[in-house]
Each structure stands twice: as C-alpha cells, then as structure tokens.
C-alpha cells in the first residue's frame, strides 16, 4: 500500500526489548552472518536494485523502462480483476529476470491486508492468508508464462506486493526455479509457524522501517489463531531514521504490541509505510560517501 492511501484507521505498537543480531555501524557487510545461511547476500547497493524496482511498479511504463533499462524484455500488467500491478523483467545477456509485484493503492487492497482467514495453499501445502492467496494467484497467471526456466530469478514486492511477492517465490521455489533472492518492503505477514518451517530456506530479505506498522498485520485475534497464529519468516533488514539499520537472523516483528484498528481511529502515522521513504533511506546507505553512527 501506498502512505497515502492507507485508510483511516489505528495501530498502536509498544517496543519491546530487541536483541540485535547486528547493529548498524561502519560499512554495510556484503554477506549475512553464517547462523543465517539462506539469507540472500546482498549489500545496500543490491537492495537499492529491488527497491527501485519495487518504487518503479507504482509509475507508469516509461517510468519503469527508466529504471530497468531498455535491452530487456518487459511485461507490464494492470490486472483489473484484483487491482494490483506486476511486471516481469527478462534480460537474457545477464541470464536473470524478475517479478516484480505492486503494494496496495486503494481501500480495497488495504482490507485485504487486515483480514485474518487462513487456507490451503495449492501446490504449497501450507495455510496463508486467503486475500493474498486469491491475488497471488492472479499475479501467478500473468507472470509465470513469461518466465524462462533457467534464469537466475528476483522476487520484490512493498506492503501486500510484498506479501504477493513471497507467495510467488514459494510457487517458482516448488517448481524449480532458480530463485535465487526475494526482497520484501514493509510486507504483512503470510503464513503460520508450519509454512515457516517449511519455506524456511527461501533466500528471503525482509526490509522494514523501524515504525512502519503493516509488518504487523495480521494482528492477533482469536480468528486470527484458527490454523496457528500469522507468522513472519526471513531474515530482517531494521531501518532507522538516524541513517542506522539493525539485522536479525529472526524475526523480531513479532516483538512489537499490536492493538485494534478501530479502536484508535486518525491517530494512526502512515508515512513510514510509504515505498518513496523506503527507497529514500536505502539511497543514503547504498552511497559511497554514507556513514552510519553506531547505535
């Protein structure tokens, strides 16, 4: 979803005590630590790849042949039936191709991501949220015939992009593609403590601002813990507004305190949710001349 279009609403979050794996400090590592070897090895100037991409999917085409350059092959779609945005991305001479998948624009978007109903996943044998299963497999129908089998493949998506995203990657995982990096900003969570331990060796990177609040949705409900509680899965990237960032080799956002929606109605600040902040702070950490103060 989009900052702006988020609709009124509440989430009121209270930190609780996060050990870090890593601390922001000095120069961003090229490699994540060894207790976490399927997250991806990216350095913030790779981030910064998937979050332009990621940032491009809310433009128009011209604006996202800006950034993918013009020798590749690309495929934008406006799936109507869903009201999400993907492109595919395929660019033989690197032997890599990308799906790259919109986060909410409208109230309709934003209603999914705050619905808790769990079911099977064809093909995946594990439980997911039924909003996102029913647009990823939208997005499914229009991207998986334009890949190539064999190409190394990217996966990136913001907010329920990010959510659609990571399904498509457990389809493409199962099929045999060679996924090699998925990269998720301010994703919602997608499935329980069962499709956790089963998708835990995807090479996911989840990237989240320190008060965004969607990470934290679905909150906790007693719905919501028919078929196990929601439950995120990946390493995760913590950016800060002090141009610092933590990693944790597990996720921690299920240390932070969720409350109603509606029970805070207009209190609610979107704007760490917005992509363009996102790809603002990834900027700053991906230049040369960057620093970090240590935290």
């Known amino acids: 979803m989009t900052g702006k279009a988020i609709p009124t609403a509440c989430i009121v979050v209270s930190l609780a005590v996060l050990p870090a794996a890593c601390r922001g400090g000095g120069a961003p590592s090229t490699t994540p630590p060894a207790s976490l070897p399927s997250a991806p090895p990216l350095d913030f100037t790779e981030v910064l790849d998937f979050a332009r991409r990621t940032a491009a999917v809310y433009q128009d085409e011209p604006a996202i042949r800006a950034v993918v350059g013009p020798e590749v092959l690309l495929t934008v779609s406006d799936l109507a039936r869903v009201d999400v945005r993907a492109f595919v991305e395929v660019d033989e001479g690197q032997r890599r191709q990308w799906v790259v998948v919109r986060g909410t624009a409208n109230l309709k978007n934003a209603e999914e991501d705050a619905e808790y109903a769990k079911v099977g996943a064809p093909g995946l044998d594990i439980m997911v949220h039924k909003g996102f299963l029913d647009d990823a497999q939208v997005v499914w129908s229009f991207a998986r015939p334009l890949l190539r089998p064999g190409l190394e493949t990217r996966v990136t998506g913001h907010s329920l992009g990010g959510a659609l995203a990571l399904l498509i990657a457990m389809r493409l995982h199962t099929e045999g593609f060679p996924v090699s990096r998925i990269v998720t900003f301010g994703q919602p969570k997608v499935t329980n403590e069962a499709g956790v331990h089963r998708f ?3 090479p996911l990177l989840r990237i989240v601002n320190h008060d965004d609040p969607v990470p934290l ?3 906790e409900t007693p719905g919501a813990a028919r078929e196990g509680l929601f439950r995120h899965l990946g390493a995760e990237l913590r950016l800060t507004d002090r141009g610092t960032w933590e990693f944790f080799t597990e996720p921690r956002a299920e240390g932070f305190l969720l409350t109603s929606f509606a029970a805070h109605v207009g209190r609610e600040n ?18 040369p001349a960057a620093t970090q103060a240590t935290r």
């Open 217 to 219: 949705l679905p909150w």
């Open 200 to 202: 835990r060796d995807l």
């Open 270 to 287: 979107p704007l760490e949710h917005e992509m363009a902040r996102y790809l603002a702070k990834i900027e700053a950490l991906a230049a």
